[in-house]
């Protein structure tokens, strides 16, 4: 049975760090990675997604990357600022099935002025 | 072109009642995914629909939970004789009829709150 977990559960951190988010996963079968970002009471934004054969993506301030033989991505934010305070989460689709989203518990982050 | 909707975004029920959420996919869309948000917790997959066909139901509750997203009109969600238990976040997602294997993001929707006294 797939799980994912991440780490940390939460972080609190100064405007302006480099900070590094992670997410691990028990079965390397899967067929991509995303990453969401989640406000409080809203939806989720989805961030970037990695397919399998794929090693890392970026998107602006962003970079996830994907090691599926470990079982782990990692989302980069560089320079973080205020507004990028929600809940990360990161999610997996296993292959051979259905698209359905098995997710982590996701990271909350706080990042202060 | 309208994100994923979904209402009402607030339900408030009594314990015994019927709880219906609807979700309207974006325009185009024919596969409806159905996700359960418990406190501090992260989303549970629930139930995978296409246009009239329930695809996967693993996620589903055995009793009291169905889901249908027929022809015309959105898909809904019902519990039946809710129980606190039941108080959750329930997001859907939808996306895009594509000929690959799989298809890939899904566009989520704002959600509903449903409140069990």
């Known amino acids: 049975k797939q799980e994912v977990t991440q780490i940390p559960a939460a972080l609190s951190v100064p405007e302006g760090e480099n900070l590094v988010l992670n997410c691990s996963f028990t079965?390397?079968?899967?067929?991509?990675l995303q990453w969401f970002r989640q406000d409080p009471g809203k939806g989720l934004t989805s961030l970037l997604l990695?397919?399998?054969?794929?090693r890392e993506q970026t998107s602006g301030r962003l970079n996830a990357s994907l090691d599926k033989s470990s079982g782990r991505s990692t989302l980069y934010i560089a320079a973080s600022q205020p507004g990028d305070s929600a809940t990360y989460l990161c999610a997996v689709v296993l292959s051979g099935g259905y698209n359905k989203l098995i997710f982590g518990a996701g990271t909350r982050l706080a990042v202060h002025p | 072109n309208a994100g994923v909707m979904q209402n009402p975004r607030h339900l408030v029920r009594r314990r015994g009642q019927e709880a219906r959420l609807r979700c309207s996919p974006m325009k185009g869309h024919s596969h409806v995914y159905w996700y359960r948000q418990l406190p501090e917790e992260g989303l549970k997959f629930m139930v995978y629909l296409q246009k009239e066909n329930i695809i996967d139901e693993s996620g589903m509750p055995k009793e009291r939970f169905s889901a249908e997203f027929p022809k015309e009109g959105p898909s809904i969600l019902r519990i039946q004789q809710v129980v606190r238990g039941d108080s959750a976040a329930y997001f859907c997602a939808s996306s895009p009829f594509t000929a690959a294997p799989l298809p890939d993001t899904q566009y989520f929707g704002p959600g509903t709150r449903l409140t069990v006294l």
């Open positions: 990695i397919q399998s054969s794929q």
């Open positions: 079965d390397s079968a899967i067929y991509n």
